[in-house]
């Protein structure tokens, strides 16, 4: 029975495997996970794995305290009792687990000795470079708080760097064991194949086919985003893997099942991203893969250079194929070159930049990118963007210098600090790098350990791979929003947790009479986390998921030009959706402004009632705006309800400050056109506002039909 604290650790750790797993799979099969429906799941998984995990410190902490079937205490202070321990020689069966499957007499007085490096049961020590995460979570929370202006969006925004800290934190100092490790990296590799497959499918069969049932958008039909909404978050999670899986191919001493197989799922990879057709991707790794001979350690930098020569020569004519023989290739660089780069990421970045420039110590506020670019909008550009397609300019935007430095400086600290480990020889897991040097393998930094699962994931080809890997991930995040899309930033923070595991190895705190202490800290900790999860993280998410459904089947009446007949279904099911998310989350101001939104448009069913209708939209409008005044969209809605209160002067100030707020969207022009073609003293001005809007969005159907029966009527339509 001494052995029930292993037991039980061993248990706790294959509960987090099992909830990282599933938190994987179910945000990578459902379009990235970034939908809000899609997101109520996905914190539910994210908190309680966070919970359980701090269960399972706080029972090893209890365990050092209350040894279970009266043992002396001592025994859990120490190593695992069968082998530091206990009296005699170590167990068999312990020993041969311990080493990674290797057996001999030399191996056996190695574990008396050394075993004191390894993980065990009731060990409570935390890997530094864990804590690294929490300063900017801090942060940024006081960030939502007190600066954002949309902290609706703002804990959102939050909650998603929250997600991808806590995976981080529970895949680092959770999942210790080499085969817990492997499931890991294992389940990656087969999410990456079904999304491969998944791609072909909708490259080859079904061009317009995405998860979910939904409908691809034109722009992206003919490139394959498999289980993603966007071909460049596939090429995102590829770029991850694919490294890895060539080092474990190309890796020293890898039997030939190992090269094949691993060369197999490799060429896979490079084929799903090859269907992507993502420049930037493309960039990414060819950028890695003629760097890596350079970094490589061994050989003359002779050597080094000529290797470095060969990849480049070899990629620059693997691109030269595929520009002359794939016309997709083809006319994705030439559009490029056509128009001098891109055209709307700049936009977006110029925008970004300007954010900072106004806000450079804290940033604008956290998830307000969208809000906070309208003052920087190009009257050319009338696309409603959520990021800046530049998740470095997009944190310094919302966070500010202070954010960027505490986010991305710390994954710069993760890993210099891997690094130093690395080039110190502190590689590996500390039994696993024990062992080897005891069976005489030499300088375990230096030499790949034996064939066995532990070998694999501590060996330093993979380590390089991983390291490859993550590279070419950062590289891509300078032109996209990968951290926004969950599936991404989960798969991120578990691959730089097997980096790190590997690369600085987690040493054993010594026994501390703070463990009581400990054991109830973790306890508590896990309960907050439970009731912050049930009590703002949920509702959160299922609010924000009802009114995006609602407000998207309202937008669909406009886009379809369905009779006014034919509203009341749509309406009366959209109402309903938005009073119960305004009842379970009351702090989302979008959700007022959508219910404002759809008392207006009743009044079109319901004449009669106009007036009822009228305060009713007035007073959800008033509500959105006492939450956020930052939003353009929350002035028209309040000036739509005056207007049908016939308080038109009223209604004219707050479409004045709808345009203030964004002066070159075409919206809050035909809204502001629209609220003075109902004064007739006020014609030329419509005209004007209507002309202006039309010159900001040539295609806006709304103004044109506005600016006609302007014209046509000379008076109000």
């Known amino acids: ?14 509960i987090q495997v099992a909830l990282l797993g599933a938190n994987l799979i179910w945000t990578t099969l459902c379009l990235g996970g970034f939908r809000a429906e899609t997101m109520v799941v996905t914190s539910m998984l994210t908190g309680l794995l966070f919970v359980v995990h701090l269960l399972a410190r706080a029972d090893a902490a209890a365990a050092r305290v209350w040894p279970a079937n009266g043992a002396n205490g001592d025994e859990w202070r120490g190593a695992a009792p069968a082998v530091e321990r206990a009296e005699g020689p170590p167990d068999p069966d312990v020993a041969r687990r311990m080493s990674g499957g290797m057996e001999g007499t030399a191996v056996l007085p190695a574990l008396t000795r050394k075993a004191t490096l390894a993980p065990r049961p009731g060990d409570v020590s935390l890997h530094p470079a864990s804590w690294l995460v929490l300063p900017f979570l801090v942060y940024a929370a006081a960030n939502v708080a007190w600066i954002s202006p949309v902290p609706w969006l703002g804990w959102r925004d939050w ?3 929250a997600q991808l800290g806590i995976m981080f934190w529970v895949a680092l100092n959770g999942v210790r064991s080499p085969a817990a490790r492997g499931t890991l ?37 003919g490139r394959a985003s498999g289980s993603f909404g966007i071909p460049n978050s596939l090429a995102a999670l590829l770029l991850l893997l694919l490294p890895p899986c060539c080092a474990l191919a190309l890796r020293r001493g890898a039997s030939a099942v190992q090269r094949v197989l691993f060369g197999y799922v490799a060429v896979v990879f490079l084929l799903g991203l090859g269907l992507t057709v993502s420049r930037g991707a493309w960039i990414s790794l060819a950028v890695v893969l003629v760097a890596w001979p350079l970094f490589a350690r061994g050989g003359s930098w002779r050597r080094r250079l000529g290797w470095t020569a060969v990849v480049g020569v070899t990629l620059g004519a693997i691109a030269l194929t595929a520009f002359f023989q794939v016309d997709l290739v083809r006319e994705r660089w030439i559009k490029l070159k056509q128009d001098s780069g891109e055209l709307s990421r700049p936009i977006l970045w110029r925008g970004a930049w300007r954010i900072f420039a106004e806000h450079p110590v804290w940033g604008s506020g956290a998830g307000s990118f969208a809000v906070a670019f309208e003052k920087h909008r190009p009257a050319t550009f009338q696309d409603d963007p959520l990021w800046a397609h530049n998740d470095y300019l997009n944190t310094l935007s919302d966070y500010g210098a202070v954010g960027f430095t505490l986010c991305f400086g710390a994954w710069a600290v993760v890993g210099w600090g891997a690094h130093r480990a690395r080039k110190r020889g502190r590689t590996g897991f500390p039994d696993q790098a024990a062992l080897h040097a005891a069976a005489g393998s030499g300088d375990s930094a230096l030499q790949d350990p034996p ?22 991930f950062a590289l891509q995040l300078f032109v996209d929003f990968h951290f926004k899309i969950p599936a991404l930033a989960l798969a991120f923070a578990v ?12 040493c054993r705190a010594p026994a501390e009479r703070g463990d009581f202490f400990k054991a109830w800290g973790f306890a508590a900790v ?38 006014v007949s034919e509203w009341r279904p749509v309406l009366t099911d959209a109402l309903k959706a938005l009073q119960r998310a305004n009842r379970i989350d009351p702090t989302n101001a979008a959700a ?5 939104y759809v008392k207006a448009l009743f009044a079109w069913i319901e004449p009669t009632r106009l007036d009822a209708f009228a305060i009713e939209a007035e007073h959800a409008a008033d509500r959105a705006l006492a939450l956020s005044k930052a939003d353009p969209e929350f002035w028209i809605r309040r000036g739509v309800a005056l207007d049908m209160r016939r308080r038109h002067l009223e209604a004219g100030a707050a479409f004045v400050q709808a345009v203030a707020t964004a002066p070159a969207w075409a919206g809050a022009w035909y809204h502001h056109a629209f609220h003075l073609s109902l004064i007739p003293s006020q014609r030329g001005r419509a005209l004007a506002a209507v002309e202006f809007c039309l010159r900001l969005d040539a295609g806006n159907r709304e103004a044109q039909a506005l600016r006609r029966r302007l014209t046509e009527s000379g008076g109000a339509p």
Not at 1 to 14: F, Y
Not at 455 to 467: E, I, K, T, W, Y
Not at 592 to 596: H, K, P, R
């Open 1 to 14: 029975m001494s052995n029930a604290p292993a037991l039980r650790s061993l248990i706790w750790e294959w």
């Open 159 to 161: 909650f998603g760097w």
């Open 185 to 221: 990296f294992t389940l990656l590799l087969l999410l990456g194949l079904t999304a491969v497959v998944l791609g072909c499918y909708q490259r080859f069969v079904r061009p317009d086919w995405l998860m979910l049932g939904r409908t691809q958008v034109q722009q992206f039909v």
């Open 451 to 472: 064939v066995t699962a532990a070998g694999l994931l501590d060996s330093a080809m993979f380590r390089r791979g991983l390291a490859a890997g993550l590279v070419a």
């Open 495 to 506: 691959v730089a947790a097997l980096y790190v595991q590997a690369a600085w190895p987690q």
């Open 526 to 563: 896990a309960f907050a986390t439970l009731i912050g999860l049930i009590g703002h993280v949920l509702p959160l998410y299922r609010a924000e998921a009802l009114r995006y459904d609602a407000r998207r089947a309202i937008d669909r009446l406009a886009v379809r030009a369905t009779p």
């Open 592 to 596: 007022w402004a959508d219910l404002s």
